[in-house]
Structure formats: structure tokens, C-alpha cells
């Protein structure tokens, strides 16, 4: 089973959205004993909060079905060996994340938006307030992973 850690700034918009679209992907293509999916924050600003209610609703507009419970955590250092992958939405939590965790020896650590062959950022819905950009982002990125195009 391969382990991924979706990783953002606050773990309340970008990374759970990727965590639960990613997981709604799997189980519709049959792969739920495959993959196991979570997400974190490189902050501790959001700590113990939920999933932000303009993501939420994103989320149910799409018909992806998400964890009502889901408190948003920061990277412990011992993710780096509970996980396969730390998949970090922009560079900024690339930068944060080794912070964390030290060095990338095993190659764990990519940009989601790399798996659509595109090295940029998954747009950030928290200064825009377009969480559609960032759901179609994580949906491209994801269906890419898993080779769904």
C-alpha cells in the first residue's frame, strides 16, 4: 500500500481537498487497498481547526465526499518515514516542510502539480476565494497520478 501526505500552508483548504479528491478517485476506480491517503499543514496557524467551509462546499458541488471530523495538523518528523510521498502544493511548503523534516534522501518529497507535467503552484483559494481553480488543480494533478486521463 502506498502511503501519501498532502501537505499545504494551514491543512483547511488546498491539502484536504487534495486528500479527499484523491481518495474519492481511488475508491471509484477500485483501488482503495492501494492507496492511503492524509493531509498536514507546514504551519501551526490552523491547528485543530476544520476543513474552511468555502472548501467544504466546493467539495460537496462535485459530489466528493469528505471527513466532517478532519482537524487540520502540522508535519511531524516521523512523517517522513510513516509516508511513501509528501505531496506539497506549492514550493513555499517544499521550502517548509524540509524545515521539518531535514533532507529528502529517499525522493519523497514533490510538487502535485508536477504529476500533470506542470511545475507550478495548485492556485491558493485562501487570497482569491476560488476554490474551483484549486478543486480542478487537484483533480488534474490526481487523475495524473493515478493515470486516469
Keep these: ?36 491517503a492524509e493531509s498536514a499543514a507546514v504551519s501551526t496557524e490552523e491547528i485543530g481547526n476544520p476543513i474552511y467551509p468555502p ?4 467539495l460537496t458541488q462535485h459530489g466528493i465526499p469528505f471527513d466532517n471530523n478532519k482537524r487540520a495538523r502540522q508535519v511531524v518528523p516521523s512523517d517522513y518515514d510513516k509516508f511513501d510521498l509528501l505531496i506539497c502544493m506549492d514550493n513555499s511548503n517544499i521550502r517548509l516542510l524540509k524545515r521539518i523534516i531535514g533532507d529528502d534522501p529517499e ?7 508536477s504529476y500533470a507535467g506542470k511545475f507550478r503552484d495548485v492556485a491558493d483559494p485562501w487570497y482569491t476565494g ?10 488534474e494533478a490526481s487523475e495524473a497520478f493515478l493515470k486516469l486521463d
Design 130 to 139: 476560488d476554490f474551483e481553480t484549486t478543486f480542478q488543480d487537484v483533480l
Design 107 to 113: 525522493n519523497k518529497v514533490h510538487l502535485m502539480m
Design 55 to 58: 472548501a467544504k462546499r466546493c
Design 1 to 36: 500500500m502506498k502511503k501519501i501526505l498532502f501537505i499545504c500552508h494551514g491543512n483547511i483548504c488546498r491539502s484536504p481537498m487534495a486528500e479527499f479528491v484523491f481518495k474519492a478517485l481511488v475508491k471509484s476506480c477500485g483501488m482503495d487497498e492501494m492507496f492511503y
